[in-house]
């Protein structure tokens, strides 16, 4: 069974910066794409970023040049570095595999707000 655990959320004024963790446990995860998603309040999570074992990456439109997502196989985690957020930033975001898994973790809080 697959354990995700996020962290690193926060209140952040616009333009601020926050990273995200996101620790994996129960699986060989290295040999999984994965992905960081959100969702926002009244709106369908989606998709903001995933990256394959060997660290190909993709991004959401609204975050490309922003976002970056990284990961550490030896470790089980994987990371968002997260800059020049935007008050349409706020969400709670969500580590998975990509596509994902049924079961999702706790996610952390972002909130962007002067």
């Known amino acids: 069974q697959v354990q995700l655990v996020e962290s690193g959320g926060g209140l952040v004024q616009p333009g601020g910066s926050l990273r995200l963790s996101c620790a994996a446990s129960?699986?060989?995860?290295?040999?999984?794409?994965m992905g960081w998603y959100r969702q926002a309040p009244g709106k369908q999570r989606e998709l903001v970023a995933r990256?394959?074992?060997?660290?190909?990456?993709t991004y959401a439109d609204s975050v490309k040049g922003r976002f970056t997502i990284s990961r550490d196989n030896a470790k089980n985690t994987m990371y968002l570095q997260m800059n020049g957020l935007k008050p349409e930033d706020t969400a709670v975001y969500y580590c998975?595999?990509?596509?994902?898994?049924?079961?999702w973790g706790q996610g952390t809080q972002v909130t962007v707000s002067s």
């Open positions: 998975n595999r990509f596509p994902p898994l049924r079961s």
């Open positions: 129960g699986s060989i995860f290295g040999i999984y794409v």
């Open positions: 990256i394959t074992t060997s660290g190909f990456t």
